[in-house]
């Protein structure tokens, strides 16, 4: 027998209009000073990183704090009210992102040093693409998505191949330098042979002999060459993946987003849009 839904009470469709709905001028307007909170919330746990910001206004940027985190606790509750599948809502990636803004806090009043983990409210200002209605970009996203999904494999191979080479190259360099000239383990030329493929440098190494150098020299053309393997890879496909209009509505049922602009019912429950 399948399962009827119920319709949804005129307060939670309302609620769900104002939060996840950025068409409305009310949806729109929420979204906004949300995102002034999240930008003012991420301000004010970097100010108090700041050791003379903290001795100074320490009980001031506490206090802001905890009204931004009270205010963020409520939003969430709003959220998982308004949809009718709540733990659809708390198991997706905004679902998270929102948990994860405000536990931080909660959780210093234990362990103080818990309380910086809150920079991870800057990961909601991605609202901000539903309230300018940057469809394109959220187009884009999905493209770069599916280019992901559909390269991974040959992406895996393409690093256990480099993980392979820069093994070799670390005993070659260990064989070739010695503990002498700094390369005092495999595992150390290694992380050598990484950082000079990855064409990084830091430095804190080198090789010294004339024989480590030329092998040096061969290995950072060659990463120029690697870098723009994994580039190739997704790049075709990208061609190969279909663009999709994408519209703005969230789904009234588990909340989820990124639809087809033609889409009647959500891809991720069923629920009519």
């Not at 905004?94 to 234990?110: H, K, M, N, R, T």
Request: net charge positive; glycine share 6%.
């Amino acid at each position: 027998m399948k399962h009827k839904i119920k319709p949804q009470s005129a307060w939670r469709s309302r609620i769900h209009e104002v939060i996840f709905e950025a068409d409305t001028p009310a949806g729109k307007t929420f979204d906004i000073l949300l995102i002034l909170c999240i930008l003012l919330g991420v301000l004010v746990v970097m100010l108090d990183s700041v050791q003379s910001m903290h001795l100074k206004y320490a009980a001031a940027l506490w206090s802001i704090d905890w009204v931004i985190t009270v205010l963020f606790t409520i939003e969430y509750i709003l959220r998982l009210l308004s949809v009718r599948r709540p733990l659809l809502y708390a198991r997706s990636f905004y679902g998270i992102v929102d948990l994860f803004a405000i536990l931080p806090f909660y959780a210093s009043l234990l362990l103080p040093g818990a309380r910086y983990l809150q920079i991870i409210r800057i990961l909601r200002v991605l609202r901000i693409f539903r309230v300018l209605k940057l469809v394109q970009y959220l187009r884009e996203a999905q493209l770069l998505m599916r280019a992901l999904k559909a390269s991974w494999r040959k992406i895996t191979v393409f690093l256990f191949t480099v993980l392979t080479m820069v093994t070799i190259f670390g005993c070659i360099v260990y064989i070739i330098e010695g503990e002498a000239n700094g390369f005092t383990s495999i595992p150390r030329s290694i992380y050598w042979a990484i950082v000079t493929l990855t064409t990084v440098g830091y430095g804190d190494i080198s090789p010294k002999t004339n024989l480590g150098q030329a092998f040096a020299a061969i290995i950072m053309i060659l990463g120029y060459a690697i870098i723009a393997v994994p580039t190739g890879i997704v790049t075709v496909e990208m061609s190969k993946a279909e663009r999709k209009e994408i519209s703005t509505q969230a789904c009234p049922n588990c909340s989820a987003e990124g639809h087809d602009a033609d889409a009647v019912f959500c891809k991720y429950c069923g629920e009519r849009l």
